[in-house]
């Protein structure tokens, strides 16, 4: 028959109560779901930005300066202050424009993995002359283009996938449905297509002034500038092929010469040329997107190549290209 507990025993009992009481608590309690982190923050503000039609240009979730012209571009759209900054009302009409979730589920299919691939893009003309086609480099950077993001997001969202496996299930932006070319024969909606070298973007309006669409560019530089004037939209080529000039380029090796750079979406013009009334002057794509914003150019306008797609959906020969400072 146990004896009594003294005070010492008493203490040690309802310590030893208190700290499983403590334990049951804790197994009990529900986890709190995680607070969104910053970049998960910035990765679903550069989406919903996306699918609204305002691009962010790469996705890549962690927003700068690209990002916050294009936030401000939403605003002024939306009659809110367009300070740049995605502050409580901006985000909930984001969430309004572009409703769901901002990262989805994708299954890898063979005609992702397919290739053929250009693993190896060289730096000379020439060099690239001498190519079959400048492809993508591997299926995790075609994938990237795909939905609007850099490889190491896409590797982020997904570690351990391999992206050249067909099957595979990865982590993906919800971004816009790709711009589907024009049905043959049928009209172009009347718009105007505005490139501000002050803002390095690019805007197309409908009729009644609505933005369409919202892109960064690279204009110009020093030694190419931007030509300011009103020009026209003559034709739009997919797939283009570059017909290198060296006489048109300040910074050319002095032993080129004339080639033909094949198509493909590394191409030097990237996925579309979109030509224009001014002679040697176009709206085109670009092989590395990341750079779409914040570098120049030998004079033409550059967009990222889903970008360049979707102005190319929009307009049509006569279409108003307004470039302004």
């Not at 529900?30 to 996705?59: K, N």
């Not at 050249?164 to 982590?171: D, F, I, M, R, V």
């Not at 959906?313 to 400072?325: E, I, N």
């Amino acid at each position: 028959m146990a004896g009594p507990v003294g005070p010492l025993g008493v203490v040690i009992v309802s310590i030893i109560l208190a700290f499983l009481a403590a334990l049951a608590a804790a197994v009990q309690a529900p986890t709190p779901a995680p607070a969104p982190t910053p970049a998960s923050a910035g990765l679903d503000l550069q989406v919903r930005l996306d699918r609204a039609g305002f691009s962010p240009g790469e996705i890549d979730g962690r927003p700068g300066s690209v990002t916050r012209k294009a936030v401000a571009a939403f605003q002024q759209s939306r009659k809110l202050a367009a300070t740049g900054r995605a502050d409580a009302a901006t985000l909930a009409a984001l969430a309004e424009a572009a409703p769901g979730d901002t990262v989805v589920s994708y299954q890898v299919t063979a005609e992702d993995v397919a290739g053929p691939f250009t693993e190896h893009i060289p730096d000379d003309m020439m060099e690239r002359a001498a190519l079959p086609a400048l492809g993508y480099r591997s299926a995790l950077e075609r994938l990237g283009e795909q939905f609007h993001a850099s490889p190491t997001l896409l590797s982020a969202l997904n570690p351990g996938a391999t992206f050249n496996t067909a099957g595979e299930t990865l982590k993906v932006p919800h971004v816009r449905a790709p711009a589907e070319p024009p049905a043959k024969g049928a009209k172009a909606a009347p718009v105007t297509v505005t490139v501000s070298k002050y803002e390095r973007a690019l805007t197309v309006v409908d009729e009644s002034g609505k933005i369409l669409l919202y892109a960064p560019v690279t204009v110009g530089s020093s030694n190419d500038p931007l030509p300011i004037g009103d020009w026209k939209v003559t034709g739009v080529q997919r797939d283009p092929v570059f017909h290198y000039n060296p006489d048109l380029f300040w910074d050319a090796d002095v032993s080129h010469a004339k080639a033909k750079i094949p198509a493909g979406p590394n191409n030097p013009v990237g996925a579309v040329w979109i030509d224009l009334s001014r002679p040697h002057y176009g709206l085109h794509g670009a092989p590395e997107p990341s750079r779409i914003g914040r570098t120049e150019s030998h004079g033409c306008v550059r967009l990222t190549n889903w970008d360049a797609l979707q102005v190319a959906a929009l307009v049509a020969p006569g279409t108003p290209v307004l470039f302004r400072p």
